[in-house]
C-alpha cells in the first residue's frame, strides 16, 4: 500500500433521473412552451368582423337546418365556440369587432327565418354577452388559451358553463314568449347546447396553442381512426330502446383512451366530430335516446348533456397526461441545473498529502425519492503551511435552490479557512453570512484542519464524525451539540482529536444514518458496529464498505457523502493518484479506473464490496 494516497469518487447511478422540488412548478409549467399567437390575433379590425360574422352565420344557419332550435327549445350551438375562443386570442381592446360581428350575424340569421324583432333583440343581447363572459373569465384567470395546466382547464370549463348560462338566462325569456314553453325548460336547454358547442369548438380551434401530439405509430393513428369511426356508425344507428342508453355509454372510455394516447389537440378533434356525429343522427331522426320524451325531458337535451360529459371526461384525461409530460419536462430541467451545480462544487479531485490517505465518496438520492438534488457536499483542500482542510455539510432543502445555498456556504468556508485558523470561528462566521443573505435557509457543517497526526475540529449541527483507531476500537468524541448554520448567533466550540499512524477518522452526511421510521440514534449505532468490524482500513475501502453496509437494504430518500482519512507513514514522494469514478446500484458498487488525463468514460469492472 502507498504511504501516500487519494482517492476521490463521486458517485452517480446510471440513468438516474429526479423530480424537482414540488414548490414554484406551476409557474414553469405555464413558461415551458411560447406559443405563437394564430394569425387572427393580427388581423385588421374589419377583417377580423366579416371572418367571425360569416362563420357565425354559417353555424347558425346549420343548426337552423340541424334540430330546428326554436321549436326544440335551443340545443347544440357550436357558434359559441367559435366567439369563445375568437374573444380568447385576441385583445380584450379588439372584442368590439367580434361582439359586433356576432350581434349581426345572429340578428340577421334570425330575421331571415321570420321571427320577431322584439325576440330577436334578446337573442341578440344573449349571444354577445356569451362570449365576453366566458372570455372574461379567461382572460383574468387563464390567459393565453392553453388548457394545460389543469388549473387551466378549470376554468375554460367554467368560463363555457357561465357564458352558457348568462346566454340562456338573457335570451330565454323571449323564446318562451315565441313558442309559449316554460321559461326554465328553456334556460336549461339553451345552456346545455351552447355550453356543449363551446367544448366542441373551441378547445379545436386553441389546438394550436396546446401541447404537441404525441408521436404515435401509424397503426395505431389508423386504429383510432377506425375507432371513431365506429363511434360515429354507432351513434348513427336506430337502437332498440332497452340498449339506447348503455350503448352510447361507450362513448367515454374511448374518448379517454384518445385523450391518454394522443394528447389534447386530437382529444380535441375527436370531440368535435363525437359531437357534430351525435347531432347529425339527432336530427336526421334515428340518434340516441330517441325514444325519451316528455314536456321537460326531450332526447335533444339529454343527448346534449352526455356528449358534454364524454367530451369533457376526453379532455381532462389528455389535459391530465399534458401536465404531467410538462411537469417532467420541467423537472428535467430543473434536475440539470441542479445536477450541474452540485457537480461544480463536489472537489474536481482531492489533495494528494504526504502521510495521510483520503477518500470520498457521494451518492444521489434514488430514482423516484422526492428530494432530487441535495444539498450534501464535501470539500478537502491544502493550505499554503501545509494543513489538510477537511469540510462535509448539507443544506436544508433540495433543488436548484439548495445547490446554490450549498456552493455559497463550500466557498464561502474555503475563503474564510484560509483567513481564520480556529474551526469554530469559520463557523460562527460562516453562520453570520449565511443567516445575513438568506431567509430562512439553513445548514449543517464539520469543519477540520489536520497537521503533525493532530485533527481540530467543530461541528454546526451536523452528525458527529467518529474515528477509528489501529486496534479496532472506535471512539465518537463527546462534544456539546451546536446550533445550525443559519442563526446568525451561534458561538462554536472546537475539539481537538489525536490521530496516531494506521487511525482513521470519518466524516459524512445523515443520509448515511438517517431513517424516516426510526431514531437517529439507531443509525449512529449501527454505523459505529460496521466501523468496529471493518477496522482501520483504507480510506476509499472504508467508503465502499459504508455505503454497501449501511445503506442496502434500507428506504433511502437522501444523498449520502462520506469523506475518510487515515494517517500513514509519511512518503517522501507522493504519488499521483488515479481517479476512480463508482456507480451505487442497488447492493452493488461497480467502479472504473480513468488514466490520468485520457478524458475517457470508465470500463466498468468487477463488482467490489
Known sequence: MRASSAVHNVVLPVGMTRRPPAGDLENDVRSVATMRLPPLASWPGPLLFLAVGVVYAALAQYVFWLNDPLNNGAGFWPAAGVTLAACVVVPIRRWPWILAAVALAEGAVDLAHGYPVSSVVWWVAGNTAEPAAGAALIHRFAPGGRLV???????????????????????????????????????????????????????????????????????????????????????????PPEVDITLPLLVIPVLAVVGLRFGVRVAAAAGFVVAHVANVANGLGHGPFEHLSGETVHAITVLQAFVALALTVGLLVAVLVADAIERARVSERHQGVADA????????????????????????????????????????????????????????????????????VRNGLRSLAFEIDDPAEVLAVLDRQLARDHDDVFATAIFARYRDGELWWANAGHPPLFAIRRGGSVEMPAHSPFPLLGLGTTAYGAERVALEPGDAVVVYTDGLVEQRDRPLGDGLDRLLDIARRLGPDAPDALCDSFLLEAITGRARTDDVCVLAARRAAPATVPTEPAVVVAAFDGDELTAGIVEEGNGRDPSPTSPTR
Not at 314553453?181 to 356543449?196: M, Q, S, T
Not at 482531492?350 to 465518496?361: D, I, K, M, T, W
Open 341 to 408: 451545480l452540485q457537480r461544480a462544487v463536489l472537489p474536481a479531485r482531492l489533495p494528494s498529502v504526504p502521510g495521510l490517505e483520503l477518500a470520498a465518496r457521494y451518492v444521489p438520492a434514488p430514482l423516484g425519492s422526492a428530494t432530487m438534488v441535495g444539498g450534501d457536499w464535501y470539500d478537502a483542500f491544502l493550505l499554503a503551511d501545509g494543513t489538510v482542510c477537511l469540510a462535509v455539510g448539507d443544506v436544508m432543502g433540495h433543488g436548484i435552490q439548495a445547490a446554490v445555498v450549498m456552493a455559497q
Open 149 to 239: 395546466p389543469v388549473r387551466n382547464l378549470v376554468v375554460f370549463f367554467a368560463a363555457a358553463a357561465v357564458g352558457a348560462v348568462v346566454a340562456a338566462v338573457v335570451g330565454s325569456g323571449a323564446t318562451t314568449a315565441v313558442i309559449g314553453r316554460e321559461w326554465v325548460e328553456i334556460v336549461v336547454k339553451w345552456a346545455v347546447g351552447d355550453a356543449l358547442g363551446t367544448l366542441a369548438v373551441a378547445p379545436l380551434l386553441l389546438a394550436g396553442r396546446q401541447p404537441p401530439t404525441p408521436a404515435r405509430s401509424t397503426a395505431e393513428s389508423v386504429a383510432f381512426a377506425g375507432v371513431v369511426g365506429g363511434i360515429a356508425f354507432m351513434l348513427l344507428q336506430d337502437w
